[in-house]
């Protein structure tokens, strides 16, 4: 059964920067894109940023030039690295992963799935 598990999330200052991990386990067959998103109060959940198994990247307007995700393919981990952090980046940041994976019914399924969600708080 495959997991995602986030870490790195907390309360920062504004200007400040956190590391946000996320730990693909169990069952990978092919892991295509890995990807973070965002839920603020009272919003929907939006696109972070995006990385594709060959490298590729891309970015909300609202991060460019301030977060960097990237990924140890080795390790089936991926990183979103957050400096200069505003107010308006509060929110529940969620891991995805899209692939191929072996759900706990014993098959291989092409998935799309998310971990927990962790709190990311930037407040003065």
């Known amino acids: 059964q495959v997991q995602l598990v986030e870490s790195g999330g907390g309360l920062m200052q504004p200007g400040g920067s956190l590391r946000l991990s996320c730990v693909v386990s169990?069952?990978?067959?092919?892991?295509?894109?890995t990807a973070w998103y965002r839920q603020a109060p009272g919003k929907g959940r939006d696109l972070v940023a995006t990385?594709?198994?060959?490298?590729?990247?891309n970015y909300a307007d609202s991060v460019k030039g301030r977060f960097t995700i990237s990924t140890d393919n080795a390790k089936n981990t991926v990183y979103l690295q957050m400096n200069s952090l505003k107010p308006e980046d509060t929110g529940v940041y969620y891991c995805?992963?899209?692939?191929?994976?072996?759900?706990?019914?014993?098959?291989?399924?092409?998935?799309?799935?998310w971990g927990q969600g962790t709190q990311v708080t930037v407040s003065s």
């Open positions: 169990g069952r990978i067959f092919r892991i295509d894109d």
């Open positions: 995805n992963a899209r692939g191929r994976f072996m759900r706990n019914l014993g098959r291989w399924d092409d998935l799309d799935l």
């Open positions: 990385i594709s198994r060959g490298g590729s990247t």
